[in-house]
């Protein structure tokens, strides 16, 4: 038989989208897809920016926008299911901070007019205490910066470009208060790096402090300068915490982004439930959640076997028989040809739509109005997304008695009359409609 060249042509182009559409949905597979939410400040709540059903293994991610990562933090977590304003304790020793008042920076008036003057008699004295107020002097600028970004941020936390400008102005600042001593500092010439600064500078002063209050030391300052210094180190100690974080804080809003990502998800089960936590005011004390939600993503274009119970209507009820007279002739009872069953069927659907499942189903039931099996097969849709409720139709089968061949075989007497009509059960087929829920998710 010979083959036209178009039937070829078309075979051959059939062939090579096949081809490429296989390569295509391999690449796709293999790829990693975004998710995006974006946080609307209004409504209060994460919206999807597009209509998105997930295919099956293919990977994803969640990207949550319209947040800051310097004011608020984000708990996220997807599981796979089948059908069937106050932050976190991060920053606890901010309080004595935040809620109080701004650390007096030394002044040049904190040593007395004597010391700073009579070089030669306090000459070594005075080069020993010019350290510590500048070790106190950039302590201080720093844990005073970190209270004022902290205290703006949820003012500008929607403009992170904003936010980083603030927080370059501040560290321009903290640049000129460095402590003239540590100025050969290996780390000062590799570049601004606020943590081992700030560790040097607060180890500095504390050892300082610890030769300052020796009686031997005591003796060469006089009382006033003493207690100027005494109060310098209560400071330091009382906000040692938030200061050694403050680097930390300051990085983080130098930094900062609009969004959130989370790890990557494969899409099994039936659909994944996105659970998010929003937290907000990230550096307070105290935990201001500013939202809890929960995202279901449903799974398409997939094979599923369910199971669904139900009522099914079908047309094969049992019937009886009488003699009609006393030649022999016979008469079906009026009983109802209709019957009503309650069964199960097993569903075997491609997944189209969240909502909208379409495949066969095979299954079977019992009369509950003459006891009898009823068995059916046929076309069914599934409705719904977790809940769903599956509408079936198409063949229905069931061993039901027909009129005996003997009645008329042997010859009629009119004692058969007192007996029943003979009957022998036959498999019979009809039709059937039903409507199930699912309640077995495999």
Known sequence: MEISKPLLLTAFLSLIH??????????????????????????????????????????????????????????????????????????????????????????????????????????????????????????????????????????????????????????????????????????????????????????????????VKTDDFKKKISIEDLNKLMISEKYILENKDLILKAPDIIHKIQHCKTDFLSETYKAKGDYIRFSSVIFQNKFESKSDTLLVQKIDFYKVNYCKIDFSGGFFLNNLGAQSYHYTDTMGRVAREKNYKMDLSVGALVHAYWVCDKYVKLGACLGAGLSILDAKTKYFVGPSIVLGGKNEIAISGGLAAASLPHVSDVVNSNGFKVEDLAAAVPTYNKLTFGYFVGISYTFIKN
Not at 35 to 42: M, Q, S
Not at 83 to 111: A, C, T
Not at 195 to 201: L, N, R
């Open 18 to 211: 096949f081809f490429g559409y296989s390569q295509q949905h391999k690449i796709n597979k293999d790829k990693v897809h975004l998710i995006e939410l974006r946080y609307d400040t209004v409504l209060n709540e994460l919206i999807a920016l597009k209509k998105l059903n997930l295919k099956n293994n293919y990977k994803y991610k969640f990207k949550l926008t319209g947040l800051n990562t310097a004011y608020h933090s984000v708990d996220m977590n997807a599981d796979y299911l089948k059908r069937v304003s106050n932050m976190p304790d991060i920053l606890k020793n901010l309080v004595p901070v935040v809620g109080g008042q701004y650390m007096p920076v030394l002044s040049e008036q904190l040593f007395s007019d004597k010391l700073k003057t009579d070089k030669e008699k306090n000459k070594t004295e005075s080069d020993f205490i010019e350290p510590i107020k500048q070790d106190y002097n950039f302590l201080i600028v720093l844990t005073n910066s970190t209270k004022y970004l902290v205290e703006i941020l949820p003012d500008i936390w929607t403009n992170d470009t904003l936010c980083h400008a603030k927080a370059d102005s501040i560290i321009n600042i903290l640049r000129k208060s460095f402590p003239t001593h540590f100025k050969d500092s290996s780390i000062i010439k590799n570049g601004l790096d606020l943590m081992p600064i700030t560790e040097m500078a607060m180890n500095d002063f504390l050892t300082r402090m610890s030769i």
